[in-house]
């Protein structure tokens, strides 16, 4: 049976010592790691490029799950694949031509994802659900660690898990944005794959039962 993954932000992250938090994410037995990526255009904040997540993969071999919140992403995709993604999610609202993105990413061999800010809906990536491994679900509108979960986001992962059913599709849902211990079964329950969890992972006291707790929710059908 397939479980839930956890996906902590290194957004939340002490930036000063990754490397301890690397090493907590890995022995909290998470199976990802997030990594977003702001460029202080497409989103109000500004985090880190690619030789810091090259930097990173020295460190882990954790799957690094890329989130390129910046503009025009196909121009710096090349160096995210070189640094050590293992997945890269890229924005609707940032890029004109998606399928042919999508198309290169997997070409690479890594896994590609869409995603979604809140008040963007479900029906604009409809055309890529068929080329993509993974849509990203933000439920907070992107750029700062800390928010509060946007309620009306669950609909949207409804939907798309009802697409999936329907249409035979196998890629992922992940959800990012004020996901906690508190609202992760409801979230999987809607049909979420992987929650990306920042602020709630790296304050808690006992990471490794928070991520065995995520790991035991079964996914919905």
């Not at 490029?49 to 995709?77: C, Q, T, W, Y």
């Not at 928010?147 to 599709?169: C, D, H, N, T, Y």
Request: negative net charge.
């Amino acid at each position: 049976m397939k479980t839930s993954i956890l996906a902590p932000s290194i957004l939340a992250a002490d930036f000063t010592d990754i490397s301890s938090a690397l090493l907590e994410i890995e022995n909290s037995s998470a199976a990802w790691v997030h990594l977003d990526v702001m460029d202080g255009h497409f989103v109000p904040n500004l985090t880190f490029g690619p030789k810091m997540i090259a930097d990173m993969r020295k460190l882990s071999k954790l799957f690094f799950d890329v989130h390129l919140m910046i503009s025009n992403p196909e121009a710096m995709l090349d160096a995210y694949i070189e640094a050590g993604a293992d997945a890269v999610t890229f924005h609707i609202e940032s890029c004109v031509h998606a399928n042919r993105l999508a198309d290169k990413i997997r070409k690479t061999g890594k896994k590609a994802g869409i995603s979604i800010v809140p008040s963007t809906p479900v029906s604009t990536v409809a055309e890529m659900l068929d080329i993509v491994d993974l849509i990203l679900v933000m439920s907070v509108n992107p750029g700062f660690g800390g928010q509060s979960f946007i309620p009306s986001s669950m609909k949207k992962v409804s939907a798309l898990a009802e697409i999936r059913k329907k249409e035979g599709l196998d890629f992922m849902i992940a959800v990012d944005g004020g996901v906690n211990e508190n609202n992760a079964r409801e979230i999987i329950s809607a049909g979420a794959d992987v929650l990306v969890m920042g602020s709630a992972f790296f304050g808690s006291k006992n990471k490794k039962a928070l991520a065995a707790k995520i790991a035991a929710l079964p996914l919905s059908d």
